[in-house]
């Protein structure tokens, strides 16, 4: 398992934790996805290294934008 910790921008409640935890969740192998909204930090916990540009496509149909990288 790989955890990986990832700064989204943009989320400002509860139903923005909400569609970023589901979008990223949906990425294949993906185990766990922990948003901490204070932060903006999106922790996720996977099967293998993660494709950051696929990360960043799920946080872009979320709506938000991923940070860096
Ligand atoms: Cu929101």
Redesign the pocket.
């Known amino acids: 398992m790989v955890t990986t910790t990832y700064q989204v921008q943009g989320?400002?409640?509860?139903?923005?934790v909400s569609s970023v935890s589901a979008e990223v969740s949906a990425i294949k192998g993906v185990s766990d996805v922990r948003v901490d909204l204070a932060t903006g930090q999106v922790t996720v916990t996977s099967e293998s290294p993660l494709d950051i540009e696929i990360v960043r496509a799920a946080v872009d149909e979320a709506g938000y934008d991923l940070v860096g990288a």
């Open positions: 989320m400002t409640c509860g139903h923005c």
